[in-house]
């Protein structure tokens, strides 16, 4: 079968940089993603990666290192409004759609 | 655009009664989602659609589910009779690429928050 594992929360200061990390266990690896859901909202497209290394977006980063079956999510500069949940996902072999982690609450201190 | 429309945004309604919720997809997305959110199960997938066509509804509960996608600009998730435990956030997403693509962005929409008493 496929899973994702991820904390279920982390916390971290204003101004900070955090890292949310996500394992994962797959009979066929397609790639890893990442999506921002704040309360109330809709999973929004963080970053993709295929390939081991860093992908750059702005103040957000993600790593990933095949060989480790383990990704991350960096965020630099915290702002308050990154408070959110940020989920891990990738695809599953039998049907090519995501499978989800559950999901890492992000909570940010002044 | 638009985005991913959902409709309604909230539903309450009494067990037993029929509930249809509503999805209009990014105008070219060719695959539509149906997802549900709760806190104990996250988010789960219910079914997919490709130009259409329901291609995968393992992940449909009950018979009490059904979704169809009549056109390509509109689905709807059908649940009757509805029961307190279908109460979640039903989420819609649509994309341009998936199946055999690694990498496809999924867009949702912002979800019908259901509660059944």
């Known amino acids: 079968g496929q899973s994702l594992e991820q904390p279920s929360e982390v916390t971290a200061v204003e101004g900070a940089i955090v890292q949310i990390n996500c394992t994962y266990q797959?009979?066929?690896?397609?790639?890893l993603s990442w999506y921002q859901q704040h309360d109330g909202g809709a999973p929004t497209f963080l970053s993709y990666?295929?390939l081991d290394g860093l992908e750059e977006t702005g103040r957000f980063s993600s790593f990933l290192s095949r060989s480790d079956s383990y990704g991350y999510l960096l965020l630099q500069e915290l702002q308050m409004k990154d408070s959110a949940s940020y989920f891990c996902?990738?695809?599953?072999?039998?049907?090519?759609?995501?499978?989800w982690g559950a999901g890492t609450k992000l909570i940010i201190k002044p | 655009d638009a985005g991913v429309i959902q409709s309604p945004r909230h539903e309450v309604t009494e067990m037993g009664q029929e509930v249809t919720l509503r999805c209009k997809p990014i105008?070219?997305?060719?695959?539509l989602f149906w997802y549900r959110q709760t806190m104990m199960r996250g988010l789960e997938l219910l079914i997919y659609?490709?130009?259409?066509?329901?291609?995968?509804d393992s992940g449909m509960p009950e018979d009490r589910f059904s979704a169809k996608m009549p056109n390509a600009s509109f689905s709807t998730l059908k649940i009757q009779p509805s029961e307190p435990r279908d109460s979640a956030v039903y989420f819609c997403?649509?994309?341009?690429?998936?199946?055999?693509?690694?990498?496809?962005?999924?867009?949702f929409g912002a979800g019908t928050r259901l509660s059944v008493l």
């Open positions: 997403a649509s994309s341009l690429a998936a199946g055999g693509q690694f990498r496809d962005i999924q867009y």
């Open positions: 105008s070219g997305h060719d695959y």
């Open positions: 659609f490709n130009n259409n066509v329901p291609i995968d």
């Open positions: 797959t009979s066929g690896f397609y790639g």
């Open positions: 990666n295929a």
């Open positions: 996902a990738t695809k599953s072999r039998s049907n090519y759609q995501l499978i």
